[in-house]
C-alpha cells in the first residue's frame, strides 16, 4: 500500500521517533493521519500498519476498536463533534446536539446523504473553558451558541468550506 | 531467592519473599483470595478486581494480584468490607452476563459461578436492557459466546505467551468488547484449546465437548496422550464408555495444564466408526469376520508351522503400545517363536545417545529441564510443530527465567522469536554451526541440547563431543515421534537390542529387510503401518495384524486382529526424555483385546504360556523392573507421576543403524496412521492446510 509523499515523511519520522523495539507505538498516529487520506481505516491499512509496526493485524484492530476517533466507515467531508460532556452540558452542550440532529436528520456517527457532513456526540474534547464547544475536523469553535451553530451546519449543508463561514470564528489547534 | 519478610494476613503471622504478590503468599498458606484475572505464569492484568483485600495502613483496599508483600503488612481477606466489594464487582461482572448457567457447558465448574455462589450476588441494580452478541464459530474447536465473556483477557495471554500464536485479541470498548479471532471470522492458529480450558466461564466452548454432557456426570481418568512422545498426561472425561472431552485442569503429569491439540481433542481416533470390532481371517482372497477363537487358532496353527519347518519370521511392534506389551511382545519373539527378526519404525537415534554418555549419571533431560535450564540448543527440530509440549517449557522458561535459547535449523520456528541466537543450517549439517556458538553456549550455567533425526549415528558422538567440552553441565534429549517410541527402544524391539540396551548378539532382519525378503513366512505386525508405503515382497508370507483400524497393512493381512487403542488399556509408556507414566484405562470398544492379551492368547494357544507368563500388565511391569535397568522403579510410585528411567550408563556396543532411523516429523495435526482416523485433526483449516 502506498501513501501521498507526504504522509510516508510522516510515517518514516515516527518510526524512528520511538525506540527499535517499540515501533507499535507509532500505530497510532499512524492510523489517525492514514485515515484521512484514505476516508477510512480498510483491512488493507491494517494490515499495512501492522506490517510496518511489527505487530499483527488484529493488534491494530485492537486499537482501532478502541479509540472512537478511528473509524472504520468513511466520515463526511466535515465531520462534526458536538461535546455534551459536563462543562459543555451545563452550558447546553446537549442542546447544540439535539438542534444538529434535528436539523441535519441524522443521527451519532451518521453521514448525511451527500456526503458532506457526518455527526458526532462526543466525550470531552478538552475544551472546557471555551465550552460549549464543537469541533468539524480539526478545527474548535468556542462558545458556540445555537444560532452559529445554525450558520455553520446551513453553510456546509449549502456547500461552503468552513473558513467561508465568516460569521462564526474557528479556532485551529 | 530474595530475604523473607513478615506479614500478617487474617491475623496469622505468615513469612514470604519479598516481593512476592499477596494473592501467591495468600495461597502458599493455604489462603484463597479469590481472582479472574489473575493467571499464575501469565502477565498480570489486574482487570476483574475480585481480589480486593484491605491492607492496614492504605485508605482503599488495594488488588492482591499486583500488590507485594512488605514486612509488616497487614491484611485481610475476608472482611465485611472486602465482601462487599467482591459482591459489587460479581454484580457488575453480571450486568450482561446471560445466567444461562442451566445450558452452558461450564455450569458446575464455572468460577464465576463459585463465586457468585460464595458471595450472592443474587439481585442486581441494573435493569437496563442485557448486551446480546450472538455466539461466533472460530474453528471446529473453539467457539466464543461473546455474552458470558468476562473480560478476564485469561484466553488472550495464555494465547499469546503460552502458545506465541497471538491468535486472540479484544476488539472494541467497555461494555462493547469482544475476544476477537485473528482472521476476522475465524481462528488460524494451534487449535490447541488452551483458550478454552483456561476460560473461568462458559465463554469459549470446545467444538467437541459442547452440550454433550454436565460436568458432574463424568468421571475423570488420567491417562497419557498417544500421540506424540511429549508424553503429556490428559484427563480424559468419561460417560458411559465413551470420551466426551480431555483436558488437565488438576495439572497433575509432567505438562502441568499444558495440551496441544492432539492430547485435547485427538481421542476421537477411539471411538471412530472405522475401528475393528472382530477378528478377521482371509478366506478367497477377502477378509471375512470370524470368532476369536477361530483366528487365534488359526495363528498358532500357522506360527506352529513355521517355526517347526524353521521357516523366516519377521515381527515388527508399535511406537504406540505399552511397555509391557513391548516386553511380552519381544520376549514371545525371542523365546516364543525362537526369532531376532524384530524391529520398530525407528524415529530418534537414542542408542548412540545413550551410549555416548556412557560412563555419567543424570545427562539425558528431563521434560522439567526444558523449563528449568538456563539454556536450552534446539536442534535440527521443529519443537513449536513437533514436539508443541517442549516448546511450550521453552517459552515459560523464557518468560519466567529469561533463559537463553539457541536454535540451530533448517527453517524458522517458533523458538526464533525467544531465542537469542536463531542461526539457519541445511538439514543434516546443524553441527557445521556450533562452533560459532560455543563461546556464548559454554557461558551458560547449564544447557539441555535437544535434537531431531537429522542428528543420527556418529553426528551423535561429535554433538556430544562439543558438549562435553563446553564445560558446563549439559543434558541431552533425542527426539523421538510416538508416546512410546522410547520405550520401544527401551524394551529391546530392535534386532540388536535386548531390553535394556543389552546387546542381543544376534543377527536380525530391520523392518526394510523383512519386507524386501522373498523367503519370509510369516510377518506378525502389532500396531504398526511398515505397508503404507511399501510392498511386501514375500507374496506367500502369512501376514498377522493387530491394528484399530483396516491400515494398508491390515488389508494384506491373512488374519486381522481388533486391538485396543491407548485409551482402552492400562500399562506403562515412557516418553522422549525417558519418564514412564502409566496409562489407566478410559473407555472400551467392544470387540477388541488389548495387544498383550492378544499376544498372551496367542502364546496359550501355542503352548507357550507357561513360557511367557500371565499377560497381566502389572505381572509384566513385575518383570520390566528386575530386568530392564533404569525401570526398577516401584509402579506406585509411576501412578503417582512421572519417573525418570536412567538406562545403562555403560557402553550399547551395538551399532544404532542410523540408516533406519527416520522421523515421520508429524506436524501439530498429523499423528501417523492413527491421525487419519481423528475427525478433529482432519476439520481443523490448518491440518488441510498443513498437508
Known amino acids: 500500500m502506498t501513501f501521498s509523499p507526504e504522509l510516508e515523511a510522516r510515517f518514516e519520522k515516527f518510526l524512528t521517533k520511538y525506540p527499535a523495539d517499540r515501533k507499535r507505538s507509532a500505530v497510532i498516529p499512524m492510523l489517525v493521519y492514514a485515515q484521512d487520506e484514505t476516508e477510512a481505516i480498510t483491512q488493507e491499512l491494517i494490515e499495512e500498519v501492522a506490517k510496518r509496526c511489527g505487530v499483527t493485524p488484529l493488534q491494530v484492530e485492537e486499537v482501532v476498536g478502541f479509540y472512537s476517533m478511528l473509524h472504520k466507515k468513511p466520515q463526511g467531508k466535515y465531520h462534526v463533534q458536538i461535546c455534551t460532556n459536563i462543562s459543555c452540558l451545563l452550558v447546553g452542550g446537549a442542546e447544540l446536539w439535539e438542534q444538529a440532529t434535528k436539523k441535519t436528520g441524522i443521527g451519532h456517527k451518521q453521514n448525511s446523504a451527500d456526503g458532506r457532513i457526518s455527526l458526532e456526540e462526543v466525550e470531552c474534547i478538552g475544551a472546557c473553558s471555551w465550552a460549549p464547544a464543537v469541533q468539524i475536523n480539526y478545527d474548535f469553535y468556542h462558545f458556540v451558541t445555537p444560532g452559529q451553530l445554525d450558520k455553520l451546519l446551513d453553510g456546509l449543508a449549502a456547500g461552503k468550506k468552513p473558513e467561508e463561514i465568516t460569521e462564526v470564528q474557528k479556532v485551529s489547534c | ?691
Open chain 2, 1 to 691: 531467592m530474595a530475604d523473607l519478610v513478615k506479614f500478617t494476613i487474617n491475623g496469622q503471622e505468615l513469612e514470604a519473599p519479598a516481593g512476592m504478590l499477596v494473592i501467591e503468599a495468600a495461597k502458599q498458606n493455604g489462603i484463597e483470595i479469590p481472582s479472574f484475572c489473575y493467571y499464575e505464569g501469565y502477565s498480570l492484568q489486574a482487570a476483574c478486581r475480585m481480589c480486593l483485600v484491605e491492607v492496614e495502613k492504605m485508605p482503599k483496599m488495594q488488588v492482591a494480584c499486583t500488590l507485594q508483600v512488605g514486612a509488616g503488612m497487614v491484611i485481610r481477606t475476608e472482611t465485611d468490607q472486602v465482601q462487599a466489594a467482591r459482591k459489587s464487582t460479581l454484580e457488575f461482572l453480571l450486568t450482561n452476563h446471560p445466567l444461562d448457567c442451566p445450558v452452558c457447558d461450564k455450569g458446575g465448574e464455572c468460577e464465576l459461578q463459585d463465586m457468585v455462589f460464595r458471595y450472592g450476588a443474587g439481585e442486581s441494580r441494573y435493569t437496563e436492557t442485557k448486551i446480546h452478541v450472538d455466539e461466533q464459530q472460530w474453528s471446529p474447536v473453539v467457539f466464543y459466546d461473546a455474552p458470558r465473556c468476562i473480560l478476564c483477557f485469561r484466553c488472550v495471554r495464555a494465547c499469546d505467551e503460552g502458545m506465541g500464536v497471538s491468535a486472540l485479541g479484544v476488539v472494541n470498548r467497555g461494555a462493547m468488547s469482544l475476544i476477537a479471532p485473528n482472521k476476522g471470522d475465524h481462528l488460524e492458529c494451534d487449535e490447541c484449546g488452551q483458550c478454552i480450558d483456561i476460560c473461568p466461564v462458559g465463554a469459549l466452548t470446545s467444538g467437541a465437548y459442547r452440550y454433550q454432557t454436565r460436568p458432574w456426570e463424568m468421571e475423570h481418568v488420567g491417562t497419557i496422550c498417544t500421540h506424540c512422545s511429549d508424553g503429556c498426561k490428559t484427563t480424559l472425561g468419561v460417560r458411559n464408555d465413551e470420551i466426551v472431552r480431555g483436558n488437565n485442569r488438576d495439572r497433575s503429569g509432567v505438562n502441568g495444564e499444558f495440551l496441544c491439540i492432539k492430547g485435547r481433542y485427538a481421542f476421537d481416533f477411539s471411538e471412530s466408526t472405522e475401528r475393528l470390532q472382530s477378528p478377521m481371517i482371509r478366506v478367497n482372497g477377502k477378509l471375512e469376520e470370524v470368532s476369536w477363537s477361530k483366528a487365534l487358532d488359526t495363528i498358532a496353527k500357522k506360527f506352529a508351522e513355521v517355526k517347526a519347518k524353521g521357516g523366516k519370521f519377521g515381527v515388527i511392534g508399535s511406537n504406540q503400545t505399552t511397555n509391557e506389551e513391548n516386553y511380552y511382545l519381544q520376549k514371545f519373539a525371542r523365546q516364543g517363536l525362537g526369532t531376532n527378526n524384530i524391529d520398530h519404525q525407528r524415529t530418534g537415534d537414542v542408542v548412540t545417545l545413550v551410549d555416548a554418555l556412557s560412563g555419567t549419571t543424570g545427562r539425558l533431560a528431563k521434560t522439567a529441564d526444558f523449563y528449568e535450564s538456563q539454556a536450552v540448543l534446539v536442534i535440527g527440530a521443529d519443537l513449536a510443530v513437533e514436539h508443541p509440549f517442549l516448546a511450550f517449557q521453552i517459552r515459560a522458561n523464557f518468560r519466567h527465567h529469561e533463559a537463553h535459547v539457541y536454535a540451530v535449523t533448517a527453517d524458522t520456528v517458533r523458538e526464533d522469536l525467544v531465542a537469542t541466537r536463531s542461526v539457519r543450517a541445511t538439514r543434516g549439517e546443524e553441527l557445521a554451526s556450533l562452533e560459532a556458538l560455543r563461546e556464548a553456549l559454554a557461558a551458560e550455567k547449564n544447557l539441555v541440547i535437544v535434537f531431531g533425526d537429522s542428528i543420527k549415528g556418529d553426528k551423535v558422538r561429535s554433538l556430544v563431543a562439543f558438549g562435553e567440552t563446553l564445560g558446563i553441565p549439559v543434558s541431552y534429549c533425542a527426539l523421538v515421534d510416538y508416546s512410546n517410541s522410547r520405550g520401544a527402544i527401551d524394551m529391546g524391539l530392535v534386532a540388536e537390542l535386548n531390553p535394556g540396551y543389552h546387546a542381543s548378539g544376534a543377527a536380525g532382519a530391520s523392518i526394510d529387510e523383512m519386507l524386501a525378503a522373498n523367503d519370509l513366512a510369516a510377518l506378525w505386525v502389532v500396531g504398526s503401518n511398515p505397508l503404507q508405503h511399501t510392498k511386501l515382497a514375500a507374496s506367500r508370507a502369512f501376514v498377522v495384524v493387530q491394528d484399530l483400524f483396516l491400515t494398508e497393512t491390515a488389508q494384506r493381512a491373512d488374519v486381522v486382529l481388533p486391538s485396543a487403542s491407548a485409551y482402552e488399556k492400562n500399562g506403562t509408556v515412557t516418553n522422549g526424555c525417558g519418564e514412564v507414566q502409566r496409562l489407566k484405562r478410559a473407555s472400551a470398544t467392544m470387540g477388541t483385546k488389548t495387544d498383550l492379551e492378544i499376544i498372551g492368547l496367542i502364546a496359550k494357544e501355542m503352548g507357550l504360556a507357561p513360557l511367557m507368563g500371565p499377560w497381566l500388565p502389572e505381572t509384566v511391569y513385575a518383570e520390566i523392573r528386575k530386568s530392564v535397568k533404569g525401570y526398577d522403579i516401584p509402579l506406585p510410585l509411576v501412578t503417582i507421576g512421572a519417573q525418570q528411567t536412567a538406562p545403562v550408563n555403560g557402553r550399547v556396543g551395538v551399532d544404532s543403524r542410523p540408516d533406519l532411523i527416520r522421523s515421520s516429523h508429524d506436524n501439530l495435526f498429523t499423528s501417523g496412521t492413527l491421525g487419519r482416523y481423528s475427525t478433529v485433526l482432519n476439520s481443523v483449516i490448518e491440518g488441510r492446510q498443513s498437508r
